[in-house]
């Protein structure tokens, strides 16, 4: 089968060209006179294709970064590179459409939009950026098809959908104008653990495709699918750790995919434990 | 104590999140409340008013002004009969003159009356007076005050077909028969010394007595009426003509202005009221149907279901009772207006005082009407059950079709959104559907009102009177009737000029007017709506309201009874006119003479080309024949002036109708912009992350009811183009217009249902705006 995920090269490892590039950003919100410094001179490099996880405690400013990075949200101060383009120099409308085209995003909340279908949820996003509505509508039913959303599913509305298709659906519909980035805010929060693996697959997938994927998560096993976990708290990244590629399970036997995750996962438990997690 | 804490939770969560509705609720019932009250005002406190003038001025019941020569006749009849109880008659002078009246001139019978010899009956106050240095004074019916728009000291010229009298304006005056616009006398102050003076100029006006009669039966008024202008009638050979008028008469011609406000008011305020009820209807569904899961909790704690009944219904009707108290407070600043506009025509000062008996009934009827229809909306939760509310009920947007596809639709991708948002708010959409059909019926009622009536005031007046000349003339007694008419008809611009006598009589029972002409093919145009006029001595045609009260039709033989003698006529046509309302008959010279063998004609109708000037043919006629003529009347400007109180009523009404009109789609479209933006304010904050823009998501909000006010305004202007011409004449045939026609230019129903769009689309844009500034961040948190 043909997919559209896959459509760029396949990534075996990460390109040593940052797609995300932050300088010295800070985020500072302020409330009734109270100023709440979220973010601190905070320096990232997110390189294309890589799949980065960003863990930390709750409050620590997990959702901010994200917001940022993506352009959802200005820092107060510093710089954001996203695909060689500095968003902070982009007007609001500009940084909307450089959205449209370059960033993907999977809410915690999955915030699909009651008034669609499921495919229409898609479609929707989908036709704003290509206008070719037959080849969009291809696009949309093979990747709805991927994550398992039959074609009955996808006529239904998202407030008939269980939690599990309703967060597979945004991430079909995060990916559908193939972007350069995916931001995942906390996918599997809401989900039990057979609908987080097939979120989670279905990412890791994205990812061998060569698209980057930044994700925010509180679970470990979540965070074992990432490249590099980056550990923030207090507004700042206060440590990383390298777990490599992950094999992809189509190369390997599942004793070698457990055998690797199993070394992750003390790689990281350490990790998490000397950040003091 | 915690039912009433929760309940009392709930009321201020419903409150704080309809914030919009609670304001648009209110300014609707202030609309309706003002509106209300103005109506009240004009039907119960301006006839209280009236009634209490006419005890204090002590107003006869029956008046009649008549040359001195004749009046003796109707004082002789008022005598013999035993239900009068005071008669009383006074020589004054008058005479036919054309009285400045603002910009405009106004023609009519001239009473001059001295101030410092008043009669008994029929008094006339002066409101205003300020003599001193002012040499000639004249005190003038307060109606050139409110109307003309006269000021003490201004100079007054009264011109008469023999000369000018020049007055300077001392002061103003309240006579109820002799300070009515449209009654066809106007009773002109003067002090003792002016009116010996003015008995003993050159040419002086003629000796007129006022016969007034007091009478205690009041069911005999209209007999005693009718016996008293045959008599006069029949002594037409005498100069001048003679007025009867009675208190009814005067009563009801002074109630018809308050009565056009008032059912106008009330008309819109039905519509505005039905619009008010429509937000509380929608706003309480709305309300329950998000707060599902809240009421379920409060039913599984045990939470009495009329409890929660009662804390979805009383706030709308406190709201509405508030706003509709704001409204009654507000509405007195208007009254000035409304008081100004009346007094053009009855010439009485009027202001009421503020009615709180009144404000609190209109109050308490429109918040009874929001608490009943707020109640019947929040009945559901009478048969909630708890396990269903806790689930949240069954979602109205779980619907299993998907209407237009994207897969599969063709158009653009935002107009599809907005469609396809405005389908998963249903409600909302019908209620938007439905104001906009109301408020563009009403628009196309009031714009009908103002191009049939106020804009072409000559169609609608020739409507009304029908086939009145533009200039009449009333010849003296011995004037050469044959010669005079030659001298008319030969004067440049003058198209015909034909004898056409305004007399009463009696038929079958039932007082009316009479027109008298040797043919009546001579008018341009023809009242008759059915059959046709009469031809010969024995035909007569009636008034619709005539033939109605006399109870006879066409084919039937009817009696007409002038003074002592009676004839029997048949009945071959139906005339459509608002002359004597209705109440009149067309009979041929021939037929007049069968009753009036020695009958001689004195008024002549004089009809002029299209280019002609009625004010120049007046003057010509006045110069070629002044010396033959009784009086000469520019029956245009006259009528100009009549109407012109009319005119202006329905220009405030239409002008007030069209913009509330456009206020209430302003604010429905609003609050149901405002109403799905606080709705899904996260759903657009994510569409905005996904890379919709704000220009993209505002036409989105836009195109959500767009359509949907587009189709309403189009439903409401086409029933309007269809119903409203036929409701005006359906309403106008009860006062004896049987034939009236009115249309609405397609191009104007177009030009409203465009103007309605556009209010419509640029709230639906102003509420939507907030879309353009708040990032996706911003409004994903709500």
């Known amino acids: ?277 | 104590m915690v039912t009433v804490g929760a309940i009392g939770l709930l009321v201020r969560r419903y409150l704080r999140k309809g914030r919009a509705q609670l304001i648009v609720v209110g300014l609707l019932a202030a609309f309706a409340g003002a509106m209300l009250n103005l109506a009240a005002l004009c039907a119960f406190r301006y006839p209280q008013m009236i009634d209490e003038q006419a005890a204090r001025l002590r107003t006869p019941e029956l008046q009649v002004l008549a040359a001195s020569a004749v009046a003796t006749r109707a004082v002789d009849v008022l005598r013999a009969e035993s239900a009068v109880t005071t008669v009383e008659s006074t020589q004054r002078l008058g005479e036919y003159a054309t009285l400045p009246l603002g910009d405009a001139t106004v023609d009519s019978l001239v009473v001059y009356l001295d101030l410092d010899n008043p009669s008994y009956l029929g008094q006339t106050t002066v409101l205003e007076r300020d003599d001193a240095g002012v040499t000639d004074p004249v005190y003038l019916p307060y109606l050139f005050k409110s109307n003309g728009g006269y000021a003490v000291g201004d100079d007054f010229t009264i011109t008469t077909p023999r000369g000018t009298r020049t007055f300077h304006v001392a002061g103003f005056t309240t006579n109820l028969y002799l300070g009515f616009l449209t009654m066809g006398a106007i009773g002109i102050g003067l002090p003792s010394e002016g009116y010996a003076a003015l008995a003993d100029s050159p040419q002086p006006p003629y000796p007129t007595s006022i016969v007034q009669a007091r009478i205690g039966d009041k069911a005999a008024i209209n007999a005693i009426s009718a016996r008293v202008a045959e008599q006069l009638s029949a002594a037409n050979d005498t100069m001048p003509p003679t007025w009867t008028w009675d208190w009814e008469m005067l009563r009801t011609a002074a109630l018809t202005g308050p009565g056009i406000y008032a059912v106008s008011l009330v008309g819109f305020t039905l519509v505005v009221v039905l619009v008010v009820l429509m937000v509380v209807w929608f706003w309480i569904r709305g309300t329950i149907a998000n707060d599902l899961r809240a009421l379920g909790v409060l039913a599984t704690v045990g939470t009495p279901a009329r409890q929660v009944l009662a804390a979805f219904a009383l706030p709308p009707a406190i709201v509405v009772a508030i706003g509709a108290l704001a409204g009654v407070a507000v509405s007195y600043a208007a009254v000035p207006v409304v008081a100004t506009s009346l007094a053009g025509q009855t010439g009485l000062p009027w202001s009421p005082g503020v009615d709180v008996v009144s404000g609190l009934v209109i109050a308490a009827l429109l918040a009874l009407c929001a608490l009943a229809l707020a109640g019947l909306a929040a009945l559901r939760v009478l048969r909630l059950r708890p396990v269903e509310a806790l689930a949240g009920g069954h979602r109205s947007r779980s619907f299993r079709r998907t209407l237009l596809p994207l897969a599969g639709t063709r158009g653009n991708l935002h107009l599809l959104l907005g469609i396809k948002q405005g389908l998963a708010h249903r409600a909302q959409s019908v209620m938007v559907l439905g104001v906009l059909v109301v408020v563009s019926f009403a628009a196309m009622a009031s714009a009908s009102l103002f191009t049939n009536a106020v804009s072409d005031r000559h169609g609608f007046m020739q409507l009304l009177v029908g086939d009145l000349g533009e200039v009449a003339a009333v010849a003296t007694q011995d004037a050469d009737r044959g010669d005079l008419l030659e001298r008319i008809d030969a004067i440049p611009g003058v198209q015909r000029a034909v004898y056409k006598d305004y007399l009463q009589g009696t038929v079958g029972g039932v007082r009316g007017g009479l027109v008298i002409m040797d043919d009546f093919a001579a008018q341009r145009y023809s009242s008759v709506f059915e059959g046709r006029e009469p031809k010969h001595p024995n035909e007569i045609a009636l008034g619709a309201p005539l033939a109605d009260q006399a109870g006879v039709g066409l084919g039937d033989h009817v009696e007409l009874s002038v003074g002592p003698r009676s004839q029997d006529y048949l009945v071959v046509g139906k005339i459509a006119t608002v002359q004597y309302a209705g109440m009149r008959a067309n009979v041929t010279t021939g037929g007049y003479q069968r009753l009036v063998p020695d009958h001689a004609h004195h008024d002549i109708d004089i009809q002029l080309a299209d280019d002609a000037s009625p004010a120049a043919v007046a003057n010509q006629v006045s110069t070629v024949a002044g010396d033959r003529l009784f009086s000469v009347t520019n029956q245009r400007q006259s009528l100009d002036s009549q109407f012109a109180v009319y005119l202006q009523m329905m220009r405030i009404l239409a002008w007030g109708i069209l913009t509330v009109t456009v206020l209430v789609t302003g604010l429905v479209v609003g609050l149901m912009v405002s109403t799905l933006l606080a709705a899904e304010r996260s759903s657009f904050g994510v569409r905005k992350a996904l890379g919709f823009t704000g220009s993209q998501l505002l036409r989105q909000l836009v195109a959500s009811y767009l359509p949907l006010a587009v189709a309403g305004a189009v439903v409401g202007c086409v029933i309007g183009w269809f119903l409203v011409p036929r409701l005006l004449g359906v309403s106008l045939t009860s006062i004896g217009l049987a034939n009236a026609s009115f249309t609405i230019a397609p191009a104007l129903a177009v030009g409203i249902a465009l103007v309605l769009i556009a209010v419509a689309g640029l709230t639906a844009a102003l509420g939507a705006s907030p879309l353009l500034r708040r990032e996706a961040l911003d409004l994903m948190a709500g």
Not at chain 1, 105 to 131: E, H, K, M, T, W
Not at chain 1, 217 to 244: F, K, P, Q
Request: hydrophobic content about 40%; glycine content about 8%; overall charge neutral.
């Open chain 1, 1 to 277: 089968m043909t997919s559209t995920v896959n459509r760029r090269q396949p990534a075996t490892a990460t390109t040593s060209d940052p797609v995300i590039l932050a300088s010295n950003v800070s985020k500072t919100f302020a409330h009734e006179g109270v100023q709440q410094h979220v973010l601190t001179n905070l320096d990232l490099a997110i390189r294309t294709g890589e799949y980065a996880v960003v863990m930390g405690p709750s409050g620590a400013g997990k959702s901010t970064l994200l917001h940022v990075l993506s352009g959802m949200d200005a820092p107060t101060l510093g710089r954001v590179r996203v695909s060689d383009t500095e968003i902070a120099d982009l007007s609001p409308r500009a940084l909307t459409e450089f959205r449209r085209h370059h960033c993907g995003f999977v809410f915690q909340q999955i915030q699909l939009l009651d008034a669609l279908s499921v495919l229409d949820n898609v479609l929707a996003v989908g036709l704003l950026a290509d206008r070719n509505r037959r080849r969009v509508v291809t696009r949309a039913r093979e990747l709805l098809a991927r994550v398992g959303i039959d074609e009955a599913t996808q006529r239904k509305f998202p407030g008939m959908l269980s939690g599990g298709e309703a967060q597979r659906v945004a991430v079909v519909r995060a990916l559908v104008n193939e972007p350069d980035v995916v931001f995942a805010d906390e996918p599997t929060g809401q989900l039990n653990s057979e609908f987080s693996r097939a979120v989670l697959d279905l990412l890791s997938q994205v990812n061998a495709g060569g698209q980057t994927v930044l994700m925010v998560t509180h679970d470990v096993r979540s965070a074992l699918r990432g490249d590099r976990v980056l550990y923030l708290r207090d507004g700042a990244i206060r440590g990383e750790c390298v777990l490599g590629r992950r094999a992809p399970s189509g190369n390997h036997t599942a004793y070698d995919l457990v055998a690797d995750d199993e070394r992750r996962l003390t790689r990281l438990t350490g990790f998490l434990d000397e950040m003091g997690w």
